[in-house]
């Protein structure tokens, strides 16, 4: 039973370029949650999805926007990148409504 | 708002001893509780969680955890430490709505 996958597991960009994230959810999992976690801090939430639908939102620029595909996996796009947006990006996947997320190992983004 | 916190950045502990991270949450009802586990350059992995009935949680690896509603606590515990058990240790809550609210992380160093 595969867990929640990510890809790429680590990226390089540099100050106003695009990037692109992906995540492929636990099997059986509809719901997609990212996170973004600066060194030394805890995650914090940046969006969810569900039935290809932004559902929730964290406080995030619209910089920030995301995609689910109907095999539930799910992208998550940065325009403009800032120096502040070098994080590891975390996807977790669930059942819509359960209240138990699980996560996949994460992109480390850096920014130059 | 919700929030949660980690009153301890750094701990250290010697193997074999016991262990009890706190965690402190702060919302109008009662919360669903998590403990999570992030080795270097890793994911999240789930320790345990509380939803509602008995306070004390058994979860992975020997660890549990306690939820104290006059105290808004949820401390994790571990009564014999093993090396492998350094990591960085994070309590989240959420909601109504499904979206972590995560500490800032207690770091756990283990000394042989």
């Known amino acids: 039973d595969a867990g929640v996958t990510q890809s790429p597991t680590h990226l390089i960009k540099t100050r106003g370029q695009q990037v692109t994230l992906r995540c492929s959810p636990k099997s059986g999992h509809d719901t997609v949650s990212w996170y973004q976690q600066a060194l030394g801090q805890g995650p914090q939430f940046i969006f969810q999805y569900y039935e290809e639908e932004e559902r929730q939102r964290g406080n995030f620029p619209d910089r920030f926007s995301g995609h689910q595909f109907p095999n539930y996996s799910s992208e998550l796009n940065v325009n403009a990148l800032l120096l502040g947006d070098s994080a590891l990006y975390l996807c977790a996947s669930s059942l819509w409504g359960a209240e138990t997320q699980y996560f996949g190992p994460g992109t480390r983004l850096l920014v130059l | 708002a919700q929030s949660v916190t980690q009153p301890d950045i750094h701990i250290t502990v010697s193997e074999g001893a016991s262990l009890e991270l706190r965690c402190n949450y702060s919302?109008?009802?009662?919360?669903?509780l998590f403990w999570y586990v992030q080795s270097p350059g890793q994911g999240l992995q789930l320790l345990l969680k509380?939803?509602?009935?008995?306070?004390l949680v058994q979860g992975i690896k020997g660890f549990e955890a306690e939820f104290k509603r006059s105290q808004s606590s949820f401390n994790l515990r571990k009564p014999s430490v093993h090396w492998s058990d350094a990591a960085e240790y994070f309590c989240?809550?959420?909601?109504?709505?499904?979206?972590?609210?995560f500490g800032t992380g207690t770091r756990l160093q283990v000394t042989l």
């Open positions: 509380y939803f509602s009935g008995d306070t």
């Open positions: 989240a809550s959420t909601g109504t709505a499904s979206k972590l609210t």
């Open positions: 919302y109008g009802a009662t919360p669903y």
